[in-house]
Structures are given as structure tokens and as C-alpha cells.
């Protein structure tokens, strides 16, 4: 079943369970894995403050292609602009070009429902947690589908999905990209919260024990 979670209670839920660092260190390294649609900004030069990004959820299943666009430009997560599992080279192909200072809306796409031990079919596996079809994003059926890019190895590859690159008109080897969000609106009313074994941030050691810095109860999952 999924439930609407107060983002207080479910603050104070996790801190309770993971102990105030273990939170904390888990909120900085591990990627929300309900997907949301993204408006951010690059630019080159000075960091400086910025204001806060502003989230509301409209009630709308944001389809590729549908609800709101806040940036200049529009970027889906659709097979042919992510990469799955690793991280662009070098010299990979930007799928979008920008000038600095304008503006993006991406969809992002989780990869949970995707992947291998989930059996690769986000519509079964998010229908066994009382997700409507409807609510299923097409995306995530059609990475699940038509991934093509490289060959999974579910052992090796990570589990991410990463969208772009982008390119930005200009900018130069070294060069350092000042990359704002502006706003988030979230694509589905659910989300996934998960850890697998030997794997993450908050993973046990090969020896079996916790990693520097925190407690075997903030291991996820749990050292027995």
C-alpha cells in the first residue's frame, strides 16, 4: 500500500530509525527515487545565494511531455537521452545545448521497477504495491522495454538513470558550472525507498561490520 507522508513526520521517522547522523549522511549520498520534474539553471562564475527551489504537487500524473514547464528548454528521460547504470564520458554526445543562464526543465526517471531483480517490468512490479496502471510513468515502462544504449550487467552496472549530458555553449575543460534548482514538481504520488544488500552508502563492510562513522543499527539494511 502507499500513503500520503507528512515530509515532517517522515523526517522525524527516518532521523528515529537511522539515529541524526545516519540521516544526514544518507539524505546527502542516496537520490530521491520518486521521480520529479526539474527546473534548474548553469551557469559559470561565482557561486552566490540563490532562492530556495519550490515544490507543490499539482495532482497530475506528469506524463513525458505533460504539465508545467518552468524552463527555457524542455529535456524528457526517454531512452535515447539517459544512461543507465554509469555516467557519461568525456566524450559522449550532449542531448541538449544551452546557453549559460538559461534554463531546464528535466524529467527524472527512478530506476526502481527497472531493474533486473524487480523483473524489469515497472508496471507488475509498481501494480504489487497497489500503483494504478494509469499512474505507471511511460518512460519507466520504456527504458524497462527499449534500453539499448549498452548491455546491462546487473552485477557491475549501477542502478541510477542519468539523463543528458547537457552541453552548455562555451563553457571550457575546467571550467566550473554553477547549477541551480528552481523548481520541483513531483511526476507521481508515490515514491520508493530502498537499500540492497552489500550495496550504498550505508552499506555493511566486507568484513560484516559498519562502516567508519556509524553505528552497526544504521547500516541498511540492519547488521544482525
Given at each position: 500500500m502507499?500513503?500520503p ?9 527516518l ?9 544526514l549522511?544518507?539524505?546527502?549520498a542516496?537520490t530521491?527515487?520518486g521521480g ?5 539553471a548553469?551557469?559559470?562564475g ?7 527551489a519550490r515544490?507543490?504537487y499539482t495532482g497530475?500524473?506528469l506524463?513525458?511531455?505533460r504539465?508545467?514547464v ?26 541538449l545545448r544551452?546557453r549559460?543562464?538559461q ?6 526517471l ?22 494504478p496502471?494509469?499512474?505507471?510513468l ?7 522495454r527499449?534500453?539499448s544504449?549498452?548491455?546491462?550487467d546487473?552485477?557491475t552496472?549501477g542502478p541510477?538513470?542519468i ?19 528552481l523548481?520541483?514538481l513531483?511526476?507521481?504520488?508515490y515514491g ?5 544488500h ?9 568484513g ?13 539494511p540492519?547488521?544482525?
Open positions: 502507499h500513503f507522508v507528512d515530509p515532517g513526520q517522515a523526517r522525524e521517522t532521523i528515529a530509525g537511522l539515529g541524526r547522523r545516519g540521516f549522511r544518507a539524505a546527502g542516496v530521491a527515487a520529479t520534474a526539474a527546473a534548474v548553469a551557469k559559470g561565482q557561486a552566490h545565494a540563490a532562492t530556495p515544490s507543490s497530475e500524473i506524463q513525458p511531455h504539465g508545467r518552468d524552463g527555457d528548454h524542455y529535456l524528457p528521460s526517454l531512452p535515447d537521452q539517459v544512461r543507465w547504470g554509469y555516467v557519461p564520458a568525456l566524450d559522449s554526445e550532449p542531448v544551452i549559460s543562464g534554463t531546464v526543465t528535466v524529467d527524472s527512478s530506476h526502481e521497477g527497472l531493474l533486473e531483480d524487480q523483473g524489469r517490468d515497472p508496471v507488475a512490479w509498481f501494480g504489487g504495491h497497489d500503483v496502471r494509469r499512474e505507471v511511460t518512460d519507466a515502462v520504456a527504458m524497462a527499449d534500453y544504449r549498452a548491455p546491462r546487473f552485477d552496472d541510477h538513470v539523463t543528458g549530458p547537457i552541453r552548455v555553449e562555451g563553457a571550457e575543460p575546467g571550467d566550473v558550472l554553477k547549477v541551480e534548482p523548481s520541483l513531483p511526476r507521481v504520488p520508493v525507498i530502498s537499500s540492497r552489500g550495496k550504498g552508502a550505508l552499506a555493511r563492510q566486507a560484516g561490520g559498519a562502516p567508519a562513522g556509524i553505528m552497526p543499527a544504521e547500516v541498511m540492519a547488521v544482525a
